[in-house]
């Protein structure tokens, strides 16, 4: 006979790692078509500056050949994926398995100030920064009154 250790907060957290997996597949997908668009969400930090705004983005194992960012009517895209193994799938039985993978996609509405001639992007570590330049405010002018 085995003697098992009996861990409920451990079964309420598989619990709600569970309920939370079915609501974002549904968040992923696209509501007009019903085409799942997304296999997970990488986290994000948005930062404003006074010059610009600052996205970081973890994507930890994603090689940079396979992301792809996008910006297009005020919307910026951040997609790819991050591939499987499946040599080491197919000989390797795993007893767990936590880390995401397959397709990410992230949208982000720019408000009017951003400049999207002037978008950047590096990867280091993991994490993507893409930096979203600020356009110089308009400065208001006088009009001049005709006779």
């Excluded at 992923?28 to 019903?34: A, L, P, R, T």
Aim: proline fraction near 4%.
């Amino acid at each position: 006979m085995t003697l098992m250790r009996y861990e409920p907060l451990n079964l309420l957290n598989q619990l709600q790692r569970e309920v939370n997996r079915l609501f974002e597949t549904r968040r992923f997908s696209d509501e007009e078509s019903g085409h799942v668009l997304a296999d997970w969400m990488p986290a994000v930090d948005i930062k404003e500056e006074p010059g610009q705004f600052v996205i970081h983005a973890d994507l930890p194992g994603v090689d940079i050949d396979d992301i792809e960012i996008t910006l297009e009517k005020g919307v910026l895209s951040l997609k790819g994926q991050r591939i499987v193994e499946e040599e080491k799938e197919q000989t390797t039985q795993y007893r767990r398995v936590e880390r995401v993978r397959g397709t990410f996609l992230r949208r982000f509405s720019l408000p009017d100030v951003a400049d999207a001639d002037k978008v950047s992007a590096k990867c280091k570590d993991g994490v993507l920064e893409v930096i979203v330049q600020k356009r110089e405010a308009a400065k208001p002018r006088r009009i001049t009154i005709g006779v």
